[in-house]
């Protein structure tokens, strides 16, 4: 992609999953990359796998105050910021009147407070820079209701939202999109799923199967680049078709 080699780019979440697979596509294409993730041992096993990092920090996106020591440290590392991917969220498949307040707080905590926080802290730093590109991860989750996941569909609707009043406020200098995934089979769906519940998704989707982490990873970085200057202030789906058909695709 045009426009990434030496751009200093933040992966939240960025030791598993989704976020390692995003933090990989960047290291290619020439970035300089800094994770934060809550997991210790992911992240040993990540700075050992790609010892070019230029950090990897231990903080939980939850918590304001930790957020703002990390980048108290990535200005340390950086001096400034080019690209932040909000892609740090969990889950917990529950039924709705199952749903605990602390585990509702926990999930919202994550998924949405988390890139608040995170959003937050990288927009002044690109305002007092030459602009940059905040991307946060969504969800199709967003878009429609998904029986067993009520706090986490709360969450991903409410990161659309937040996505599209910060491009209007941030614009022209900072870029902001939200990614917004189907089924992408990563250890956090692996946990939830049977290999039968696994196959019945698999059936419903048109592709006839979940993303891989690397085609995620390869819209983040066309969408963090020179290629797509005039994207800002949508959600931007990558779902094998899923949604394309309503009850249908389900």
Not at 44 to 54: D, E, K, M
Not at 92 to 100: A, G, N, P, S, V
Not at 180 to 186: A, D
Not at 202 to 221: F, M, N, S
Request: aromatic share 6%.
């Amino acid at each position: 992609m045009k426009g990434l080699s030496g751009r200093r780019v933040l992966v939240t979440g960025g030791a598993s999953g989704i976020g390692a697979a995003i933090v990989a596509r960047f290291l290619e294409e020439g970035s300089r990359v800094a994770v934060i993730d809550r997991d210790p041992a992911a992240n040993r096993a990540l700075a050992q796998r790609h010892p070019s990092l230029a950090a990897v920090l231990e903080a939980d996106v939850s918590n304001a105050a930790a957020v703002a020591g990390a980048f108290a440290k990535i200005d340390g590392v950086f001096g400034g910021l080019d690209v932040a991917i909000n892609n740090a969220g969990i889950s917990i498949r529950h039924d709705f009147l199952d749903i605990t307040p602390e585990e509702w707080r926990r999930v919202m905590g994550v998924d949405l407070d988390g890139v608040f926080y995170v959003a937050q802290q990288a927009a002044r730093r690109m305002l007092a820079g030459g602009g940059g590109v905040i991307l946060n991860m969504g969800s199709t989750s967003g878009m429609n209701g998904y029986p067993r996941y009520a706090d986490y569909d709360a969450a991903k609707a409410g990161v659309i939202e937040l996505t599209r009043t910060m491009a209007l406020e941030l614009a022209p200098k900072i870029r902001v999109v939200c990614v917004c995934p189907g089924y992408v089979w990563t250890p956090m769906q692996e946990a939830e799923y049977t290999a039968e519940m696994k196959a019945a998704v698999d059936a419903k989707i048109p592709l006839r199967r979940h993303a891989k982490p690397e085609e995620i990873a390869a819209l983040y970085a066309f969408l963090a680049s020179d290629e797509a200057p005039y994207i800002t202030g949508h959600p931007v789906i990558i779902d094998g078709g899923e949604i394309a058909g309503g009850l249908a695709s389900r």
